[in-house]
């Protein structure tokens, strides 16, 4: 009994200690982000065993969302950030992009890449870290500093203002004019995270991290549902067109093409790879080869459309046309 009562008195006051610590690190955190205080520096592993590094006086704004791998509102947050990432084009030079996940296996982070070009960055923090660095409780919380590395920006959670709150501190962060002001950008629309536009992106979005997991049934899913929201998007047409002849399901995909319109020169490009794909997947290939032939003439640098043009030469024994070809679209891919 003596004993019982000893290893129940160590078991509370190991647990009174532990709460302590936690309370401390929690009101340093705090503390760290208050806005207008420096964001602290940071190192970490990406996803693909590389290490990031974060220092202050580059001149770059820091966007950092702490993500967990079991909640789908983390999944939709981590979307959302990458959306809206992408969307910055040009100014996206501008801003270090870093998601903090604390499971590599996570469903909907398998696959998931660092992107030089978008400066977006994968992060393992297993242990976290980077959570008990920055002060984080909950999940999705997102950071947000400006280019002299203050914090304008702390919040945790996902709902109907989470796309446009953090594009505004995002464009405040650059220094991009915008008509609302940062802290009533989810107030004056209420519903813009519920509009037809970002509903749709989002299904494109999680149509992405499915394909990259070799789940084109479930991406094609995806696809549909957001072609639903708006029937008339040239985007999610195409997407879907290209899902299907990755598929192997090259009739579906004319049926997409047959009936799209499109304007401008890439897309284009794209409606006549699909054609072609689809074309030599039904055994078409004099009309397949016409089409990719089309689509390369509008857009050279396009792999998919210089290795489809491949196979028909392949499958026609014109190998020296096929490996000019396979040749070609390799050079794109690893130039």
């Known amino acids: 009994m003596i004993a019982r009562k000893r290893i129940a008195t160590c078991a509370v006051s190991a647990m009174l200690m532990v709460q302590s610590l936690f309370c401390t690190t929690l009101l340093a955190g705090r503390h760290a982000f208050e806005i207008g205080k420096k964001i602290p520096e940071f190192s970490a592993a990406t996803l693909n065993g590389q290490v990031f590094t974060f220092r202050h006086n580059k001149g770059k704004a820091l966007l950092v969302a702490f993500v967990s791998a079991k909640q789908k509102r983390s999944a939709r947050a981590a979307a959302d950030v990458e959306m809206i990432v992408r969307q910055l084009e040009t100014n996206a030079e501008s801003l270090v992009t870093v998601i903090a996940v604390d499971d590599p296996n996570g469903v909907d982070f398998q696959s998931k890449q660092n992107d030089p070009s978008k400066n977006i960055h994968f992060l393992l923090d297993s242990e976290y870290k980077l959570w008990g660095k920055f002060g984080i409780i909950a999940t999705p919380t997102v950071v947000i500093s400006d280019t002299n590395d203050m914090v304008l920006y702390v919040k945790a959670g996902y709902g109907y203002d989470f796309v446009p709150t953090v594009r505004a501190y995002i464009n405040q962060a650059l220094g991009i004019a915008q008509k609302t002001a940062p802290e009533d950008a ?62 192997g399901r090259g009739k579906a995909a004319l049926d997409i093409t047959e009936s799209l319109v499109v304007t401008s020169r890439l897309d284009k490009a794209r409606m006549l790879l699909i054609s072609g794909w689809a074309k030599r997947q039904t055994g078409e290939l004099d009309t397949a080869e016409k089409l990719l032939l089309e689509a390369i003439t509008l857009d050279p640098k396009s792999p998919r459309a210089l290795f489809e043009l491949g196979k028909i030469y392949q499958a026609r024994q014109q190998n020296d046309k096929a490996i000019e070809s396979y040749h070609k679209a390799l050079t794109l891919i690893f130039d």
């Open 186 to 247: 989810g107030r004056v629309k209420t519903a813009s995270n519920d509009t037809t536009e970002a509903r749709l992106e989002r299904h494109l979005q999680m149509a992405k991290m499915l394909e990259e997991k070799g789940r084109l049934e479930s991406a094609i899913v995806e696809i549909q549902k957001a072609r639903e929201l708006d029937p008339n998007s040239p985007k999610a047409a195409l997407e879907l067109g290209e899902l299907f002849c990755r598929a």
